[in-house]
């Protein structure tokens, strides 16, 4: 069974910058588009960006410009640089294939305040 481990969150003030990591068991990340998905309380998982095999991104309109997502093949990892964050980016984020396969991993939270 695949696993996946994120890593990289933290409190950070509005303007800040974070980047998150994910590590997965397996080969998964040479194989599948990747994402990055974020769960703010009260809210349902969305998905904030995702990564083709061949390295085509996607990013939902809330984060484009800001956030930045890569992948290393060789590492098996997939990262989100996170630039300008708002309080409203405050959330647990995952990640996954897209679409998810397997079970979620624990997340990491970013917190964004003053």
């Known amino acids: 069974q695949v696993q996946l481990v994120e890593s990289g969150g933290g409190l950070v003030q509005p303007g800040g910058s974070l980047r998150l990591s994910c590590a997965a068991s397996?080969?998964?990340?040479?194989?599948?588009?990747m994402g990055w998905y974020r769960q703010a309380p009260g809210k349902q998982r969305e998905l904030v960006a995702f990564?083709?095999?061949?390295?085509?991104?996607n990013y939902a309109d809330s984060v484009k410009g800001r956030f930045t997502i890569s992948r290393d093949n060789a590492k098996n990892t997939v990262q989100l640089q996170m630039n300008s964050l708002k309080p409203e980016d405050t959330a647990i984020y995952y990640c996954?294939?897209?679409?998810?396969?397997?079970?979620w991993g624990q997340g990491t939270q970013v917190t964004v305040s003053s």
């Open positions: 990564i083709t095999s061949g390295g085509s991104t």
């Open positions: 397996g080969s998964i990340l040479g194989i599948y588009t």
């Open positions: 996954n294939a897209m679409p998810p396969i397997g079970s």
